[in-house]
């Protein structure tokens, strides 16, 4: 039998992005996991300035990137760029750099980049100009997962329940800070919650419980963004669920975290290995396929790909469910919870890539179809 040739995939990595070292973590997973049968893994590290690097490996990318903004260029890797002309669909060298000893072409990319200029849409345009099939969601769907508040209008128009908020911009806060802490008080009362509108992984995000915390809240959030969303602070349990697939998204079970904190901050994330994941959460069923629906609403209502992880509060109190936030490129190490909830739901972390790198091929098939003149 002849031997099927291999796809190229170009898995992208690291970024400008505060949450560099975790897209560094979730590529190691990745390269370790993909079937090597069926796929050639291109690995392609962004530095933090910005600069793509060809064949490092995850692990070895903060080096690299210290040599390179020494002036050093570094040693075993080449510079490169994304031509963005649809008939190439290659990696050219950048001037100056070793030249490719293969053309470059790329069957597929994978950007395992999470935040800023990877899951905001950004690497999304960039990938669309250059036609070249990619894993998880379009320019629309990723630049509406880093919103917090254009996400929350479209929960809002499918009836999607989401937590008392307002949101200011930096520099109506920077003239009323006064008027806007009244405003927030009488509608919004302590304990609040205060974030960048555009950012994840908690950084920025403090929970005031007075006035002189959250001014400094607010401080702090409008340094990251130049939108500040402020929401009621609730009592909850935190759920999240996984969805995979194009149009007809199917949602994983739900899991729950419990944080090690206060609140799910950066440290009880990815620091103090303290915060617990519960799979399958122990909730009702009830409650379990109303987030499972929400979940699938959600990732349709913002026109997602691929996948995502829907985050949810379950308020103690009430035992209302609330939607929180879609992650358009979730934590995908081994023991993230996006991957494990699929295990739970009887799909392996390599079945899970193969099928991610088939939805980004239909997904690229299907806009192909697409007229593009009169
Ligand atoms: N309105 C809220 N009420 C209670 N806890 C909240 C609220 N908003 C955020 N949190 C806590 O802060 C964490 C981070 O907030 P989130 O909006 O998910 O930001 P990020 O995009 O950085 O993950 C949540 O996981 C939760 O622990
Ligand atoms: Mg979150």
Not at 26 to 45: L, R
Not at 347 to 361: F, N, T
Request: glycine residues 8%; negative net charge; proline residues 4%.
């Amino acid at each position: 039998m002849a031997s099927k040739k291999k796809r190229r995939i170009g898995l992208v990595f690291g970024g400008r992005s505060g949450e560099h070292e975790v897209s560094l973590a979730s590529a190691t997973s990745v390269m370790a996991n993909v079937d090597s049968d069926k796929y050639e893994v291109v690995p392609i590290g962004i530095t933090k300035e910005g600069a793509w690097l060809l064949g490092i490996e995850p692990a070895r990318l903060i080096a690299a990137e210290q040599s390179v903004s020494e002036g050093g260029g570094a040693e075993e890797t080449t510079a490169v760029t994304l031509t963005s002309d649809p008939r190439l669909r290659r990696l050219i060298p950048l001037e100056g750099s070793q030249p490719l000893e293969e053309n470059g072409a790329l069957d597929i990319i994978f950007p395992v980049l999470h935040g800023t200029y990877g899951e905001d849409g950004t690497l999304q345009g960039l990938l669309e100009m250059a036609n070249v099939p990619y894993v998880g969601c379009g320019v629309l769907g990723a630049a509406l997962g880093m919103d917090k508040e254009k996400m929350k209008m479209v929960f809002q128009s499918v009836g999607l329940p989401s937590v008392d908020y307002l949101v200011y911009r930096r520099n109506e806060w920077e003239r009323l800070p006064e008027r806007i802490m009244d405003a927030i008080e009488q509608r919004l009362g302590y304990p609040c919650f205060v974030k960048p509108v555009n950012l994840g992984s908690s950084v920025g995000i403090s929970k005031a419980h007075e006035r002189g915390e959250l001014e400094d809240a607010i401080h702090v959030a409008a340094q990251y963004d130049r939108k500040v969303i402020i929401e009621r602070g609730i009592n909850c349990r935190e759920l999240e669920c996984s969805v995979l697939g194009n149009d007809e998204p199917i949602a994983s079970v739900v899991g729950e975290v419990i944080a090690s904190n206060e609140f799910y901050d950066y440290n009880a994330k990815y620091l103090d290995n303290k915060s617990q994941v519960i799979i399958p959460a122990d909730i009702s069923q009830a409650s379990a396929e109303e987030v499972r629906r929400q979940a699938i609403t959600a990732f349709l209502a913002l026109d997602l790909s691929g996948l995502a992880r829907v985050d949810f509060f379950l308020e103690k109190e009430s035992g209302r469910i609330y939607i929180n936030e879609v992650n358009t490129m979730p934590g995908f190490t081994q023991i993230s919870m996006y991957p494990k909830l699929w295990e739970a739901s009887g799909l392996s972390y390599a079945q899970l890539l193969d099928r991610l790198i088939e939805l980004a091929i239909e997904r690229h098939e299907d806009k192909q179809r697409n007229r593009t003149s009169r």
